[in-house]
């Protein structure tokens, strides 16, 4: 029987899964056709029912984030091959070596913010990476260090890593949908930092910004650690000239150097056209 509190007068689908294993073998029931369609890898994977299983992706860590009762996330955008400063001599370039700084920076935002959260029981402020090495391990690990919980949004890639040491095991996603991993990370996003990284880090940088320049996401706090390398691999201010986006565009972000920076801009954030916190 089911162990929901109220009554069922129908079998569920678990005990029909499970009286399903146990019939007689024939023919008949040797045949994929006879599975039930919920319990048949073979048809969940077909081409045809791709909107089911983005479906499924989106569902799924929804409900065990809500079970959880997690409410507001903190995003942390930033690349997998920055190392720990423990790890900087392993690094393939000494530019790459050099910011293993903003490891040890996502690391203590993490811890700070972490604290926080756990005043509100993990349910405010839950730290959200995308689960693997470099700024992402240095998220998780921060929570861990506060003795708080984490997020991790993995993705099957042909060289993807198991997921990092310090994701909270129950809250450790995988993905197929880059899509769909991508809104996990903002549908409860109450700020989003972006840390030094490559492709998937601009890409990740961009479409947040679009969702909020475009009005289809709320003004949250976005905040870009070290302005040195943000500057010198986006000419932000070529873009306005050139009238491709409008100046206000770049009141849209803020840069930090330290997380005692980013918390103090998370504290002072006030949306457009509301006004100020009281002092």
């Known amino acids: ?3 929901d509190d109220h009554f069922r007068p129908f079998p569920d689908a678990g005990e029909d899964a499970r009286h399903a294993r146990d019939i007689p073998e024939t023919p008949q029931t040797r045949h994929p056709a006879y599975r039930l369609a919920f319990h048949d890898p073979d048809f969940i994977l077909r081409d045809e029912l791709r909107p089911v299983r983005l479906q499924l992706e989106l569902l799924k860590p929804d409900l065990l984030m809500s079970e959880r009762g ?8 930033g690349g997998a091959r920055i190392p720990a400063p423990e790890n900087r001599a392993e690094a393939a370039t000494e530019t790459l070596a050099g910011l293993s700084r903003y490891y040890d920076e996502a690391r203590r935002f993490a811890q700070a913010m972490t604290e926080r959260s756990v005043r509100s029981y993990g349910r405010e402020d839950v730290i959200v990476t995308g689960g693997g090495p470099g700024v992402m391990e240095a998220g998780n690990r921060g929570a861990a260090d ?3 919980i984490s997020i991790g949004l993995n993705i099957v890639l042909p060289h993807e890593q198991a997921p990092n040491a310090y ?3 129950d809250l450790s996603f995988n993905f197929h949908y ?7 990370f903002l549908m409860r996003a109450k700020a989003i930092t972006i840390f030094p990284g490559g492709f998937g880090t601009l890409d990740e940088l961009f479409e947040s910004l679009t969702l909020i320049q475009t009005q289809r996401m709320r003004p949250i706090p976005f905040l870009l650690f070290g302005r040195d390398f943000w500057e010198r691999i986006i000419n932000w201010d070529a873009l306005a000239d050139a009238g491709t ?11 930090v150097e330290t997380a005692e920076e980013a918390l103090a801009e998370i504290d002072a954030f006030t949306p457009p056209g509301s006004a100020p916190a009281a002092p």
């Open 1 to 3: 029987m089911s162990t």
């Open 70 to 77: 997690i409410r507001s996330t903190v995003v942390m955008f």
């Open 146 to 148: 506060a003795g708080g």
């Open 167 to 169: 994701v909270t095991p």
């Open 178 to 184: 880059f899509a769909i991993r991508k809104m996990h």
């Open 245 to 255: 986006i409008s100046p206000e565009d770049l009141e849209l972000f803020r840069y």
